[in-house]
C-alpha cells in the first residue's frame, strides 16, 4: 500500500534488535563504545522527524521539563534483559519497556546525561520520573514498530543502523526520485504487500487516511487491501504492466492513486504506487512509473536470489563496457543485451556553479541524486537502458537505440528535470553511435569529448550530440594539441606576436581576423574596425617580418590555429 513519507534516506532501513545485547550505533567491534564525538542534530529537529512526516507519527514528546535545546549524537537500542547504558546525547529505544519498567532506565539516562529515552505507551508517573531526572521523554505510539523509530532517527542523524540493512537498500532513493517526477507520494512494496521503501512528503495534509494508517505498520491495513482485491487492482497488477489507476474514494478516505507492477520473467515481484496529494501528479507520471518499474525489478530480484546477487546484473558489468575492461559478450550476457546491435551513450557531468557546490561532499551527493533521476527517466524511455558512473561522470548505454534526435531530446529533458527538481546544473552529451557492444568504449569517448568540450569552453551549449558540435570539439582538441606541445608552433609567428607586444601593434590580429573573413580584406576591415588599406598594408608587413607567403594555403592554416593560441 502507499505509504507515509519518511525523512529517512536511500542507505538507512529499520534497524534490528537481538535478544540479549545492547545495541548502539556507536558501538565498535568487540562490543566496546566509541569515543568519538560527532556534531550530533538538535533534539527538536530529530524530534519533527520522529513526529511523523504525515503529522501523526509513531513518536511524540511526553515529558520535557528542561526544554528541548539538548542534541543528539547516537541511537541506542536497548534490550530489555540488559542493564541500562547511555552516554551524553545519546537517544535511548527502550525495547519492550513499559510503565513502571521503564523507570531504572529513564533514571539512568537522565543520570548519564543522555538526550532522550523513548518507551511504548503512556505512564503518569515515568513522565514524573523523567522530569526528575532532567531527560526528555518520548511515548511511541502502541502500534508502531521500533524498527521504523530507529530508521527515522539514524536517518535524521544521516549515520548507519546497527544492523545489515535489509531488503530495500537503493529503493528509498528510487521512491524519492519516482515521487520527484510524478509530484505525488510513493511507495515499493513486495507481492505480499510489505513495504519496502518510500517517499518522503512536503506536509501533513499530502497523505491521505490509507498513509496516515500504513505508517505505523509498514503495511497496508487488511481492509484497504480486501476492496483493492475486490475493485479488482491487485488482478490486473499481477496479470499486466500496465499502469492501474485507483480513482479517489472520499467516503473512505482514499485519494487519487496509480499503481505498476513489477515483474521479472512473468513473475509478480512487487507493487510502485504513486498517491496524488493536493496538486495533480505530472503529466508523464504513468510513464515514470514504467522506469521505476524496471529499475526496482532489478532491486526485488535481487531481494529474492540473495546467494546469487554477484551473478546478476550490475553497474560494474555496464561501467566494465563504458571503460572496455568487460568483454562485450560477458555483459551482454549479464545484462540481456545483443552484443551485435548498436550502441549510443550518453554522457552527463553535474556543473559546479558556486565553490559550496564544488566541495567533494557536494559533487558526491549531486551524482547520486543524478543517478537515481537519470535511472528513473531512461528506463521510462528505453526498456534496455543501462545507466552507470566512471568517475565523475554519469553513462547511459543504450543498445539498439532510436534516432540520434529522439536521444538528443531525453539528454534535454534530463537536464531539465535536473535542473527543475534537483537544483542541478547538468550537462548532457550524446556521443556517436558505434556498431556493436564490442564498441562501447569508444561510444563513451566520444560523448566524453563533447563533455570536455562544455568544461573548457569550446561548446557554449549545455546539451548537445557530437555530430552537431564536432566542429567546435575538433577545434578545442587541436588548440589544447598545440598548447601541450609547443615544440610544434611555428616561431616565426611567435616573434610576430613578440614584435605586437614591444612595438604596441597589430599585426598578428589583423591576420587572423583576414584569414577568418577567408582572404575578403573589406569584410575583415569591417571587423577590425580599419580602412581596408590599414589592413592590406598590415597584412603585408606581418609577411615582411616573419618571412612567412600568406599564399601558401598550408601556411594560412597553421597560422589561423596558432595565432589563436593563448600567448
Known amino acids: 500500500m502507499p505509504q507515509p513519507g519518511s525523512t529517512q534516506p536511500a542507505s538507512t532501513q529499520p534497524a534490528s534488535t537481538q535478544s540479549g545485547s545492547t545495541q548502539s550505533a556507536s558501538t565498535q567491534p568487540g562490543g566496546t563504545q566509541s569515543t568519538s564525538t560527532q556534531p550530533g542534530v538538535p533534539l527538536r529537529e530529530l524530534l519533527a522527524a520522529l513526529g511523523g512526516p504525515v503529522g501523526d507519527g509513531p513518536v511524540r514528546v511526553a515529558a520535557a521539563a528542561g526544554g528541548l535545546e539538548g542534541v543528539v549524537r547516537h541511537v541506542t537500542i536497548l534490550d530489555p534483559e540488559e542493564e541500562p547504558h547511555a552516554m551524553p546525547g545519546d537517544l535511548l529505544l527502550a525495547v519492550g519497556l513499559r510503565g513502571r519498567a521503564a523507570v531504572g532506565t529513564v533514571r539512568a539516562a537522565g543520570a548519564a546525561g543522555a538526550a532522550a529515552v523513548a518507551v511504548k505507551g503512556e505512564h503518569a508517573a515515568l513522565r514524573e520520573v523523567a522530569d526528575s531526572a532532567g531527560v526528555v521523554l518520548l511515548s511511541v ?100 504492466t500496465e499502469v492501474v489507476a485507483v480513482e479517489e474514494r472520499p467516503d473512505l478516505g482514499i485519494r487519487r492513486r496509480l499503481a505498476v507492477g513489477v515483474h521479472a520473467g512473468g513473475r509478480w515481484l512487487g507493487t510502485i504506487w504513486v498517491q496524488e496529494g493536493r496538486q495533480p501528479l505530472a503529466d508523464r507520471a504513468e510513464e515514470v512509473l514504467l522506469g521505476a518499474a524496471r529499475v526496482a525489478m532489478l532491486h526485488l530480484v535481487r531481494r529474492r536470489t540473495r546467494p546469487a546477487a554477484e551473478a546478476g546484473p550490475t553497474r560494474e558489468s555496464v561501467a566494465g563496457l563504458l571503460t572496455g575492461t568487460v568483454a562485450a559478450r560477458t555483459a551482454a550476457a549479464q545484462l540481456g543485451l545483443d552484443p551485435v546491435r548498436p550502441v549510443l551513450v550518453l554522457g552527463f557531468a553535474v556543473h559546479a556553479s558556486t565553490p559550496d557546490e564544488s566541495s567533494e561532499s557536494s559533487q558526491e551527493l549531486a551524482r547520486t541524486e543524478l543517478a537515481n533521476l537519470v535511472s528513473v527517466y531512461a528506463a521510462a524511455r528505453h526498456s534496455h537502458a543501462q545507466v552507470a558512473a566512471v568517475g565523475p561522470r554519469l553513462y547511459v548505454l543504450l543498445s539498439a537505440p532510436p534516432a540520434e534526435a529522439v536521444v538528443l531530446g531525453w539528454a534535454h529533458e534530463i537536464a531539465a528535470a535536473a535542473h527543475g527538481h534537483l537544483g542541478l546544473a547538468v550537462r548532457g552529451a550524446v556521443g556517436d553511435p558505434v556498431p556493436s557492444l564490442a564498441r562501447t568504449a569508444a561510444a563513451r569517448e566520444s560523448a566524453d569529448r563533447v563533455l570536455d568540450a562544455m568544461a573548457s569552453g569550446d561548446v557554449s551549449a549545455e546539451v548537445a550530440a557530437l555530430s552537431e558540435v564536432r566542429p567546435e570539439v575538433l577545434h578545442g582538441e587541436i588548440q589544447a594539441l598545440l598548447t601541450e606541445h609547443q615544440e610544434i608552433r611555428d616561431p616565426r609567428l611567435i616573434a610576430l606576436r613578440a614584435h605586437d607586444a614591444e612595438h604596441d601593434t597589430e599585426y598578428a590580429a589583423s591576420v587572423l581576423g583576414w584569414l577568418d573573413a577567408l582572404g575578403d580584406v573589406r569584410a575583415a576591415a569591417a571587423a577590425l574596425h580599419i580602412h581596408p588599406n590599414t589592413l592590406r598594408y598590415r597584412i603585408k608587413r606581418a609577411g615582411e617580418l616573419t618571412g612567412l607567403d600568406w599564399a601558401d594555403p598550408k601556411t594560412r592554416l597553421l597560422a589561423a590555429l596558432l595565432l589563436r593560441l593563448p600567448g
Not at 206 to 221: V, Y
Not at 227 to 236: E, M, N, P, Q
Request: charged share 25%.
Open 141 to 240: 505510539r502502541p502500534e508502531a514498530r521500533w524498527e521504523q523509530v530507529a530508521a527515522l532517527a539514524h536517518a535524521a542523524l544521516d549515520e548507519p543502523p546497527d544492523a545489515e540493512p535489509p531488503d530495500g537498500g537503493d529503493l528509498f532513493s528510487l521512491a524519492q526520485t519516482t515521487a520527484m517526477l510524478t509530484g505525488g507520494g510513493v511507495s515499493i512494496e513486495d507481492s505480499a504487500n510489505r513495504v519496502l521503501a518510500y517517499s518522503r512528503t512536503t506536509g501533513p495534509d499530502e497523505a491521505d487516511e490509507l498513509r496516515r494508517l500504513s505508517i505505523l505498520g509498514w503495511q497496508g491495513p487488511e481492509e484497504y487491501l480486501a476492496r483493492l482485491r475486490d475493485w479488482g487492482v491487485f488482478h490486473r497488477l499481477r496479470t499486466t
